[in-house]
């Protein structure tokens, strides 16, 4: 027998503004959120027992399931247990924690670097700690993540939007921001609806120039942008010149958690000040043993980059050739631009019917009435998984009208 309290009639009012909506969806079975897989990220995975092509995972190189990084992990739960049950600066480090904060900043070529428990801790944790008074500004591009929406929100900074990599924007707002004694500029490396990149070199240029430092948030980048894989820092060769690298291992790293990488004070700072760090229980001593692997492996299986790359151009080409709208993305994040909502809703449903997953971008994720299918590549799908998606796609899409 249920025992749940009735929430008071305030919270329901408020809830009657979403849920409508949504029952609505699940009514005309076109509630495509949470599809509930059963079996690993990979280029063909399981949904209800039949085999769906993968194209919305960030398992970008295909390390959800090497080999050697489960048997890092099973090791890791024999010797540590499962959680460590307390936050990092009492009794939530382990040996591993080290290891890991230590081979990121090696990664990064930083002085020094600080894990948390989530990407999205990793940015809100920087923003509301290093710019937390009236002396700060933030300035930050209109497309940035929503984990640096909220840590801005967090932070007692004075906020400056500017509008997507519109740099004329960006100067007018660093010479209108002499007055802070400390400005900060907050950029995605690559944007995760849209699939396109930062202007890493004129922002640096412009941030030298107005003595402001740059954040760049390398989770959709660490791992296969740059020459040898370390983000878009590296793309632009503007490593030591981006003063605060974040990086999330839910992606490229095939694990769960997020880091900053920096200068050893920052890091210092941080983490005696960040409460995302010292009021948060520290990444299971198993996760953080998966996420070392997982950077030994990146850096060895160089081929996986390579994969990711021609998968990406492969795939990129046939949406082209079918006459798909793929906006200005050039990484292996390639929005497909719909519009209207309800006929993606219905073309994510047709496409998971017909064993293609595509996950829907829809307000709030995306601006309104601008949705837009989301797909992201990675190196585990085969050429044979992305040419039969593209059949089917060309097929739906020429149903719906779409192309
Ligand atoms: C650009 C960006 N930053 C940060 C995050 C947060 O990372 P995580 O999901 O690992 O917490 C995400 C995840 O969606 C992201 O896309």
Known sequence: MLKTAKMPNGFKNEYDKVLPRIRQGKAQDLYVFEPAFDGPQ??????DG????????????????????????????????TGTCGARLHNGTTVLHKQLEEKIAEYFRTESAMIVSAGYLANVSALSTLCNDSDSVIITDQLNHMSI????????????????????????????????????????????MDGDIACLDEIVELAEKYDAAVMVDEAHSIGFFGETGRGTSEHFKLEDKVA?????????????????????????????QAHQYIFNASLPPAVVAGVLKSFEIMEKETWRREKLWDNTIRFRKGLKELGFNTMNSIS??????????????????????????????????????????????????????IDRALDIMGEVGRRFGVI
Do not use: W
């Not at 769906?52 to 190189?61: E, K």
């Not at 929406?149 to 004075?158: F, P, R, T, Y």
């Open 42 to 47: 990979a280029g063909t995975s399981k949904y």
């Open 50 to 81: 039949k085999d769906v092509i993968m194209l919305t995972s960030n398992n970008y190189l295909g390390l959800s399931t090497h080999p050697e990084i489960i048997k890092a992990i099973k090791k890791a739960v024999d010797k540590y247990g």
């Open 149 to 192: 929406v909220d840590g801005i929100a967090m932070s007692n900074a004075k906020v400056k939007i500017f509008s997507h990599n519109n740099m004329e924007k960006l100067e007018y707002i660093l010479q209108k921001s002499q007055e802070f004694q400390r400005k900060l500029i907050v950029v995605d490396g690559v944007y995760s």
């Open 244 to 272: 605060i690298k974040m990086a999330t291992f839910s992606k490229s790293l095939a694990g769960v958690g997020g880091c900053i990488a920096s200068d050893k004070d920052t890091i210092d700072y941080l983490k005696h």
């Open 332 to 385: 292996p994040i390639i929005p497909i631009y719909i519009g209207d909502d309800n006929t993606n809703m219905h073309m994510t449903k047709e496409l998971l019917n017909r064993g293609v997953y595509i996950a829907t971008a829809i307000f709030p994720s995306v601006p309104m009435n601008k949705s837009r299918l989301r797909t992201t590549i990675t190196a585990s799908l085969s050429s044979e998984e």
